[in-house]
T-cell receptor, first 112, second 111 residues
Framework: DVKVTQSSRYLVKRTGEKVFLECVQD?????MFWYRQDPGLGLRLIYF???????EKGDIPEGYSVSREKKERFSLILESASTNQTSMYLC???????????FGPGTRLTVL | DQQVKQNSPSLSVQEGRISILNCDYT??????FLWYKKYPAEGPTFLIS?????DKNEDGRFTVFLNKSAKHLSLHIVPSQPGDSAVYFC??????????FGAGTILRVKS
């Protein structure tokens, strides 16, 4: 079974802090994604990566950056957390095009 | 502007009956569609998908129908079970990579 793990289930940070969310997949997938989920808005794509050291902006990249130094690990960075970044963050991976994406359990981030 | 719309925020169905969840899209370049189910505090799990070259795909109790001319797809669950109670997301794919999700529909199956 594909397993996608995220470093924390719940996280509370203060405004202005730098926040790292980590995601690891164990199936050698090429593609990895970061989404945020907000009520009434569904899942919105923040960033994605096709390969190591490759990254592409999604639909809402402002205020975020990413890092992919190893194939199995994709990190989302909030350079200076703000209250409007309070959300559920979901990581996903997929092996190829036209394939389902496999999701991690999510990180509920609260920024105070 | 949302390219994938799920216009019903919630749906309540009696156990054993059919659940029909609807999804509309605006981008005619979408060529692959998926449905995901999500329980609280868990990540979404894949349910079923359909390519734009088909109009129906079935997997057990789940069937997805695609009407390309109307830019509409639907998920049928027959028979509905209490364990099906979850949020259902419709998603569309363009050029085989990025997914665009709808806002989700909360399904409640009453026993």
């Amino acid at each position: 079974d594909v397993k996608v793990t995220q470093s924390s289930r719940y996280l509370v940070k203060r405004t202005g802090e730098k926040v790292f969310l980590e995601c690891v997949q164990d199936m050698d997938h090429e593609n990895m994604f970061w989404y945020r989920q907000d009520p009434g808005l569904g899942l919105r794509l923040i960033y994605f990566s096709y390969d190591v050291k490759m990254k592409e902006k999604g639909d809402i990249p402002e205020g975020y950056s990413v890092s992919r130094e190893k194939k199995e690990r994709f990190s989302l960075i909030l350079e200076s957390a703000s209250t409007n970044q309070t959300s559920m963050y979901l990581c996903a991976s997929t092996p190829d095009y036209y394939n389902e994406q496999f999701f991690g359990p999510g990180t509920r981030l609260t920024v105070l | 502007d949302q390219q994938v719309k799920q216009n019903s925020p919630s749906l309540s169905v009696q156990e054993g009956r059919i659940s029909i969840l609807n999804c509309d899209y605006t981008n005619s370049m979408f060529d692959y569609f998926l449905w995901y189910k999500k329980y609280p505090a868990e990540g979404p799990t894949f349910l079923i998908s359909i390519s734009s070259i088909k109009d129906k795909n079935e997997d057990g109790r789940f069937t997805v129908f695609l009407n390309k001319s109307a830019k509409h797809l639907s998920l049928h669950i027959v028979p509905s079970q209490p364990g099906d109670s979850a949020v259902y997301f419709c998603a569309a794919m363009e050029y085989g990579n990025k997914l665009v999700f709808g806002a989700g529909t909360i399904l409640r199956v009453k026993s």
